[in-house]
């Protein structure tokens, strides 16, 4: 089969459930995945062709595509703050604006003492996306990364070996407070970081059906009636387990900036900044403790 005629069949057949844009990302993707073709090649060889057992592993990804899985689950693998991630259906797919929030603890941290070990927790880490890009990034951080997923920390573990980082990883319940001091033994924390589930059931229809139908809804949603649950337990944790001076760091919904920036006066956090993202939406927030 000619690779051009491949393309069409992609643009035919995608039509309906991607833009344009995509498909053609997801085109080039996949034969250079599975074909070791750069995008240059069918510019040069328009009439380029290859054998149907080449092309099999395409049209496995081109049936799930139809299917609207992801394109990260499909290859198992996706790009986070510049390092390499390995994906499955149990951990959420790493967001761009999530790696604003990793940019600007990393901006933040470079005031803090560099004589110390620098000890951060990250609450509900998933793939491990935010914990790892913390602990590539400073050098002297002792990073610990928390989940109540069993699956998802056994993926978080692959990739902190894949990145060539050490993390504690804490399989917890952070909505339990009678596990804390078992789970935690004690510990205090100079950054807690959480981009904690915060998705409103109501808001289930504006989201794109291959995130509504594939990613982990445990990761993803909460009830309507009480959408700051992560957010009140993490921040309690947080005011008793901060050092003097620590950062809280979240990523939030956007359309609930307001009821975060009171959740964290009424614990008495300071210097709190409300933080939009590219797209200009209430994205991130953080508070310093004042003991």
Avoid at 149 to 175: D, P
Avoid at 232 to 261: C, H, Q, S, W
Wanted: glycine fraction near 4%.
């Amino acid at each position: 089969m000619k690779l051009k005629e491949l393309k069409e069949l992609f643009k035919k057949e995608l039509g309906g459930l991607y833009d344009v844009e995509e498909i053609d990302s997801f085109f080039y993707i996949l034969i250079e995945r599975y074909l070791g073709l750069k995008r240059i090649a069918l510019a040069l060889k328009p009439e380029l062709s290859c054998s149907e057992e080449d092309m099999e592993p395409i049209f496995k990804a081109f049936e799930d595509l139809k299917r609207e899985i992801p394109i990260q689950y499909i290859l198992g693998e996706t790009e986070f703050f510049g390092l390499p991630f390995k994906v499955n259906s149990n951990v959420l797919i790493p967001r761009p604006e999530t790696e604003e929030l990793v940019d600007w603890i990393l901006n933040t941290q470079k005031t803090l003492s560099n004589n110390n070990k620098l000890h951060v927790l990250d609450i509900g880490t998933g793939s491990g996306c935010i914990a790892i890009s913390l602990a590539k990034n400073i050098n002297h951080a002792h990073v610990y990364a928390l989940d109540v997923s069993h699956e998802a920390l056994e993926a978080a573990k692959k990739n902190a070996t894949l990145n060539h980082v050490s993390i504690e990883f804490i399989e917890a319940n952070i909505l339990k407070p009678e596990t804390w001091n078992t789970a935690f033994k004690d510990l205090k924390f100079d950054i807690i970081v959480s981009n904690p589930p915060y998705v409103r059931a109501l808001e289930k229809a504006q989201m794109k059906s291959n995130v509504v139908n594939n990613e982990p809804h445990v990761a993803l949603f909460v009830e309507n009636e009480d959408p700051l649950i992560f957010y009140r337990a993490i921040t309690k944790y947080a005011v008793d387990n901060l050092t003097d001076k620590g950062y809280l760091f979240f990523e939030i919904n956007e359309y609930l900036g307001k009821p975060m920036t009171q959740l964290l006066k009424s614990f008495n956090f300071n210097a709190i900044e409300l933080k939009q993202d590219i797209f200009k939406k209430d994205r991130m927030i953080k508070g310093i403790t004042n003991k």
